[in-house]
């Protein structure tokens, strides 16, 4: 069966209640970025919205306008889960922003974010701007260290190159663009791992060996996280290689595998504390099972990585389910 071609989304705060207008666009970005949106604004009835998005594998281009507003991202439990980067472009109206430091963005500027991040932003004027979201997975696939790319890009060559590329970009030129949208899509990529490069001093782009050798790494990490004795010379033994051959390629990525071994428990027991399968599971039971040998030192990392204990996020869990 042949997929369904990709369509685009459009919302608008005007087909919404005015009453309602602020729940609803905290909904509407909390899903596009996979985390908690907090937005505050005016007189409700003043608030204004408009969202046209076109989700295609390992990308989801937004185009969005609105008026004067605060947009405030949270730690959420979903973060842990799927760690996505995303792409801002301003069009059109200064903002103020947080995003570890303290900054101004203006029109023109490329701005780079990570989901496990979160961020603040005081959009004084009407705006305007072009928003990619990145899976990880993608990202990883250009980039060993991402973390290089956090902040504004515009201020290098490649980082001026990428922001004049993404003035082209918008839902409907992805949608009837003459090329194929992969051919975009890489060059995307292309343009962020030159962009990195630049940034970091380091050679754009890992080898095919590399990101292979690293991708089967962390299949095996996943599978066996809940090990709470796994070593990298486990996962390395099981793959027929040396250690030093797997700390290597690792780092290839941007990877270690500590952090590696440390996000896959986390996520193993975000999804057991999020499932009602586990309820009668005590938090410190779901911690070892996870792989976690110490239930203080989980709650710490938990807390740490999401902003949230093992007991707050299930009770989040169970609040949520309760109010659909």
Known sequence: MRDKPSQLVRLSAR??????????ANWVQSVSESAPIEVSAGPPSEFELEMTALELPAV??????????????????LR?????????????GPRDGTHGTRFRLSP??????????????????????????????????????????EGRLGDSQWGRVLANYFTQLSPEFFLHTPLPQAVLIDQLGALLALTASE?????AVST????????????????????????????????????????????????TFGE???????????RM??????????TAEIGRRAGFSDASHFVKVLRRRTGRTPLQMRRDSHSKLITR
């Not at 504390?273 to 005590?282: E, K, N």
């Open 15 to 24: 087909d919404i209640a005015p009453e309602e207008r602020l729940d609803w």
């Open 60 to 77: 989801t281009i937004v185009a969005m306008s609105g008026s004067p507003q605060h947009s405030v991202r949270r730690f959420g439990t």
């Open 80 to 92: 842990t889960v799927e760690r996505t980067f995303g792409l801002n472009l301003v069009h059109s």
């Open 108 to 149: 023109g500027d490329l701005n780079f974010t990570d989901s496990r991040h979160p961020w603040d932003y005081d959009f004084r004027t009407n705006w305007k701007d072009v928003f990619v979201r990145l899976s990880e997975q993608f990202v990883s696939k250009w980039v060993r260290n991402p973390t290089v790319l």
């Open 199 to 203: 940034q970091s001093g380091n050679r």
């Open 208 to 255: 095919l060996a590399e990101r292979s050798l690293r991708d089967h790494v962390y299949d095996h990490v996943r599978q066996r996280c809940a090990d709470t004795s796994l070593q990298a010379g486990d996962i390395a033994g099981s793959l027929d290689i040396s250690r030093r051959t797997l700390h290597r390629a690792l780092g290839a990525c941007g990877d």
């Open 260 to 270: 590696m071994l440390i996000q896959a428990r986390v996520d193993l027991a975000v």
């Open 273 to 282: 504390l999020q499932s009602p399968m586990f309820d009668r599971v005590t």
